[in-house]
């Protein structure tokens, strides 16, 4: 294709980006993967010469590199710095800026340097959707969430989480105690994170059943302390990643995402592929991975009874626990293999050049 693509990227998605960049590697786009604050700044950085030293790293970078485009993996300072060197600017949506700041706003920034660094980074977010190439949603959930504020826009619509199924195998381990329920989840947006809560009156209703808990985050003051309480909640705090994760899935009866704010739900694509009966909130992007009754089971938020009847349900009826759970796992390892992801986005190169690179 003689096309050459820079990646920027979250130090924590490293791990799935280079895996992303290898495959799209394979059908002849030439990529280059980098961390972000490794070129620029944080806001208030007061370190001038790291400034500067940081800002003529990235301009070489870009001269020596001469990407065709730029795919931005989340919006930073980076991206404005792409747009000012006239430089196609391509942004992968994988959550809801727009209600994580409006919780932020709520919960988190309370002096006055916090709530200028919110307004900056809101404008800057702006900037860069308002001044973007391509924006690309990994859920038809965002794709209408962006369509909304910025009609206008070039926006397609791109599941971009991608994972290598042979990766994703039953590691043997007898360390928990059955029936048990699995819970991965970050504590950093309250959006997503107070659902949790309604673990208490869950527990409470299943007191033979334990659930363990791996995540950690800002809000864990308050979530564990008010779970801890009940004799069936185990906390792991943060598991390895992908190795103590893999583990933990290899052992569980059944896998439960209880949140409030969700783009697509990348923990249950790790889930379904490990072949374990799912059940997950009915928000965001995750019924666009959850058929209810066939590929898992979606739940109302902060209904406990509805929440524990479903628990109950697939521990009292396994063979139709793991038909859910195969089910959902040839759906995952068809459409979201990292092969058919890369696939995907040679298309969406395609068409690009084709239309809009002429």
Same mark, same amino acid.
């Given at each position: 294709?003689?096309?050459?693509?820079?990646?920027?990227?979250?130090?924590?998605?490293?791990?799935?980006?280079?895996?992303?960049?290898?495959?799209?590697?394979?059908?002849?786009?030439?990529?280059?993967?980098?961390?972000?604050?490794?070129?620029? =700044?944080?806001?208030?950085?007061?370190?001038?010469?790291?400034?500067? &030293?940081? !800002?003529?790293?990235?301009?070489?970078?870009?001269?020596?590199?001469?990407?065709?485009?730029?795919?931005? =993996?989340?919006? /930073?300072?980076?991206?404005?710095?792409?747009?000012? !060197?006239?430089?196609?600017?391509?942004?992968?949506?994988?959550? !809801?800026?727009? *209600? &994580?700041?409006?919780?932020?706003?709520?919960?988190?920034?309370?002096?006055?340097?916090?709530?200028?660094?919110?307004?900056?980074? *809101?404008?800057?977010?702006?900037?860069?959707?308002?001044?973007?190439?391509?924006?690309?949603?990994? /859920?038809?959930?965002?794709?209408?969430?962006?369509?909304?504020?910025?009609?206008?826009?070039?926006?397609?619509?791109?599941?971009?989480?991608?994972?290598?199924?042979?990766?994703?195998?039953?590691?043997?381990?007898?360390?928990?105690?059955?029936?048990? @329920?699995?819970?991965?989840?970050?504590?950093?947006?309250? #959006?997503?994170?107070? &659902?949790?809560?309604?673990?208490?009156? @869950?527990?409470?209703?299943?007191?033979?059943?334990?659930?363990?808990?791996?995540? =950690?985050?800002?809000?864990?003051?308050?979530?564990?302390?008010?779970?801890?309480?009940?004799?069936?909640?185990?906390?792991?705090?943060?598991?390895?990643?992908?190795?103590?994760?893999?583990?933990?899935?290899? &052992?569980?009866?059944?896998?439960?995402?209880?949140? #409030?704010? *969700?783009?697509? #739900?990348?923990?249950?694509?790790? /889930?379904?592929?490990?072949?374990?009966?799912?059940?997950?909130?009915?928000?965001? #992007?995750?019924?666009?991975?959850?058929?209810?009754?066939?590929?898992?089971?979606?739940?109302? !938020?902060?209904?406990?009874?509805?929440?524990?009847?479903?628990?109950?349900?697939?521990?009292?009826?396994?063979?139709?626990?793991?038909?859910?759970?195969?089910?959902?796992?040839?759906?995952?390892?068809?459409?979201?293999?990292?092969?058919?992801?890369?696939?995907?986005?040679?298309?969406?190169?395609?068409?690009?050049?084709?239309?809009?690179?002429?």
């Amino acid at each position: 294709m003689n096309f050459k693509i820079l990646i920027i990227g979250n130090r924590d998605r490293f791990i799935h980006l280079e895996k992303f960049a290898t495959e799209i590697n394979k059908k002849g786009i030439e990529t280059k993967l980098i961390y972000d604050f490794d070129f620029i =700044d944080k806001f208030f950085e007061l370190n001038i010469k790291k400034k500067i &030293e940081k !800002n003529r790293n990235f301009k070489k970078l870009l001269e020596d590199f001469n990407p065709n485009i730029v795919l931005l =993996d989340r919006i /930073s300072k980076i991206g404005k710095k792409v747009i000012e !060197n006239n430089i196609p600017l391509w942004i992968l949506l994988r959550g !809801n800026y727009w *209600e &994580e700041a409006k919780w932020a706003r709520k919960t988190i920034y309370k002096s006055k340097k916090q709530i200028i660094s919110a307004k900056k980074n *809101e404008e800057l977010i702006d900037y860069c959707f308002e001044n973007s190439n391509l924006i690309l949603p990994i /859920s038809r959930y965002l794709e209408n969430e962006v369509k909304q504020r910025y009609p206008n826009k070039n926006i397609v619509y791109f599941p971009a989480d991608g994972r290598n199924p042979d990766e994703w195998k039953k590691v043997v381990t007898q360390k928990l105690k059955h029936p048990c @329920v699995g819970l991965i989840q970050g504590m950093n947006v309250w #959006g997503k994170t107070k &659902e949790l809560l309604i673990l208490k009156k @869950v527990m409470m209703n299943l007191p033979n059943v334990t659930f363990y808990l791996a995540g =950690d985050g800002r809000y864990r003051k308050n979530i564990i302390p008010e779970l801890i309480q009940h004799k069936n909640f185990v906390w792991l705090n943060n598991l390895e990643y992908p190795n103590e994760i893999r583990k933990f899935f290899s &052992e569980i009866d059944i896998f439960l995402l209880l949140s #409030g704010l *969700e783009g697509l #739900g990348q923990t249950i694509i790790e /889930s379904l592929l490990m072949k374990k009966p799912t059940i997950a909130s009915d928000i965001g #992007g995750i019924p666009e991975l959850i058929q209810h009754n066939k590929t898992g089971l979606l739940v109302k !938020n902060g209904d406990a009874e509805n929440i524990s009847e479903n628990i109950l349900k697939l521990i009292n009826n396994p063979s139709y626990a793991q038909e859910i759970a195969e089910s959902g796992y040839q759906i995952i390892k068809k459409e979201f293999s990292w092969n058919r992801l890369s696939e995907k986005f040679s298309e969406i190169i395609y068409n690009y050049k084709r239309d809009y690179a002429k």
